[in-house]
C-alpha cells in the first residue's frame, strides 16, 4: 500500500511551527495506509527539543510499523516502546475505508474533531474523548470509539500548541458549508495562524475524507 492510495481515501494537511528559539519540534504527524484502511496520528513528545523529538519519532516509527492494528493496540505498544522516553501524548484515528468507518482514541491533550459533512450521520460535529495520562509513563484504560463516516467528513487534530478554544472557531461551526470550500491546508493554516500559542510546539492536522474512491 502506498501514498498514492492514502491520497485516494484522504486529503491531508498540515500547518506547524516549533517553540520559539527552537529548531526542532516535538509535535509530529503521521499518515500511515494500510490494507483497506488509513491510520492518522499526532504525537507530542512531552517538553521540547531533541527529547522530546526523540520520543516522539520512536512513537511514529512504532505506529507506522503496527498501521494496521486497532488504534488501542498501538497505544500499548507505543507505551511499551517509549519507556525510558520523556513519554508522548498522542491522538489516533484508524478509517477502516470498505467499511466506512473511523475509530479513534487520545490520551493527554492533543484535542481530535470530526466535521460532518452531511447531516445524514447525526451530529454535525463529534468532539474526541481524551483520557490523561502519559504515554510511555502513565497508561489509562482506554476505550476507543468508532463513529460512521462519509465521504466529505473532516478530521482535525491540534497539539496543545493550539487554543483548546479553536473548536469555537467561526469557521467551523457551519462545517457544511466550510467541508465544501476550503481545503484541508487553507483550514490548517487559518487555525495555526488564530490560535497557535507562543509558548509550545504548535500543530494542526487536517484531513478530508474522501472514501473508496477506486
Given at each position: ?158 497539539t496543545d500548541g493550539i487554543r483548546s478554544d ?28 488564530q490560535y497557535g500559542k507562543t509558548t509550545d ?14
Open positions: 500500500m502506498d501514498a498514492a492510495r492514502s491520497e485516494s481515501w484522504l486529503r491531508w494537511s498540515v500547518a506547524a511551527r516549533p517553540l520559539a528559539r527552537q529548531s526542532v519540534s516535538g509535535d509530529v504527524p503521521l499518515v500511515a495506509p494500510f490494507f483497506g484502511g488509513v491510520l492518522v496520528a499526532v504525537v507530542d513528545g512531552l517538553g521540547h527539543g531533541e527529547e522530546a523529538v526523540t520520543a516522539a519519532q520512536r512513537a511514529i516509527t512504532t505506529l507506522t510499523a503496527n498501521a494496521q492494528e486497532s488504534v488501542v493496540f498501538l497505544l500499548q505498544c507505543c507505551h511499551e516502546e517509549l519507556k525510558g522516553t520523556r513519554g508522548a501524548v498522542m491522538s489516533l484515528a484508524s478509517f477502516q475505508v470498505h467499511d466506512g468507518l473511523m475509530t479513534w482514541v487520545g490520551v493527554g491533550d492533543v484535542e481530535g474533531v470530526l466535521l460532518r459533512g452531511s447531516l445524514e450521520t447525526g451530529s454535525a460535529r463529534e468532539i474526541l474523548l481524551l483520557r490523561g495520562g502519559v504515554v510511555g509513563y502513565q497508561l489509562p484504560l482506554v476505550r476507543a470509539t468508532t463513529l460512521p463516516v462519509r465521504p466529505g467528513d473532516m478530521l482535525i487534530f491540534a479553536f473548536v469555537q472557531e467561526p469557521l467551523l461551526r457551519n462545517p457544511l458549508i466550510r467541508v465544501a470550500q476550503d481545503g484541508p491546508q487553507q483550514l490548517a493554516d487559518h487555525i495555526l495562524r510546539d504548535a500543530l494542526v492536522l487536517v484531513a478530508r475524507y474522501l472514501g473508496d474512491s477506486l
